[in-house]
């Protein structure tokens, strides 16, 4: 019960982080970049400025599904930043060629969390199985794995968790400020464009420190519920 007003709190905060940046976005969609450049242009300028030309910019389905994939070198951009001449779209066109320029120069971090994904994926398996049997077998599982060993394979995962998410605020950061020193370097954007800029990368970066916050949170609630079995 514990574990599930943990997330349901986290999943609060996150919906109304979410709907904060999805409200800045619409707002600073309104305003016409002074240059007139799509996202599109914006980031295709930024990779070849960083001597990137192995790297294709492709438009995607769908709303902030903006996101870098470094399997197949793509930056991946939603129609409305591919195709926008605005504060927001410049912002997260930028931001995403901030990774790829992350990955161009061997950036360790982006490294170490590529690295993980794998093992979060593995930790995602396991803990649905051990959900699932807990729920549905709770009897027939713990004369397989005592409870004691099935919570403490719940931590580990949750410690994967909270890991990836940990990294994946400096990788998230880094690309910011890559993006914003490079908009401003480049006089992309007036001052008040970059101030909107800013701003808009502000409440992107949030979600992923509502995240992090909330996967440690669940972490350290099922350590302490561990070592409460222990002094029982």
């Not at 197949?72 to 790829?100: M, P």
């Not at 370097?185 to 992090?212: C, F, G, H």
Request: proline content about 2%; glycine content about 6%.
């Amino acid at each position: 019960m514990g574990a599930l007003l943990i997330g349901g709190f986290f999943m609060l905060i996150g919906w109304m982080v979410s709907s904060r940046l999805k409200s800045k976005f619409r707002e600073y969609s309104q305003t016409h970049l002074t240059r007139d450049l799509t996202g599109a242009e914006i980031a295709r300028l930024m990779l070849a400025d960083h001597g990137i030309r192995d790297v294709q910019v492709t438009c995607v389905e769908g709303q902030l599904t903006d996101h870098y994939n470094p399997a197949d070198k793509t930056v991946n951009l939603s129609q409305e930043v591919y195709h926008g001449r605005n504060a927001a779209a410049t912002a997260v066109a930028a931001h995403e060629c901030g990774h790829a320029v992350q990955h161009a120069t061997a950036y360790s971090m982006l490294q170490f969390r590529s690295a993980m994904v794998p093992v979060q994926n593995i930790s995602a398996s396991v803990l649905n199985f051990m959900m699932m049997a807990m729920i549905f077998g709770s009897i027939f599982a713990s004369s397989i794995l005592p409870m004691k060993t099935a919570l403490l394979l719940i931590i580990v995962c949750y410690a994967v968790f909270a890991l990836f998410a940990l990294v994946t605020l400096p990788v998230e950061f880094d690309a910011s400020r890559r993006a914003l020193a490079w908009i401003k370097t480049r006089n992309i954007v007036t001052p008040a464009e970059y101030d909107m800029s800013q701003d808009a990368l502000k409440w992107a970066a949030m979600t992923y420190v509502v995240a992090a916050i909330g996967a440690v949170t669940t972490l350290i609630y099922y350590v302490l519920m561990y070592l409460g079995m222990d002094r029982d």
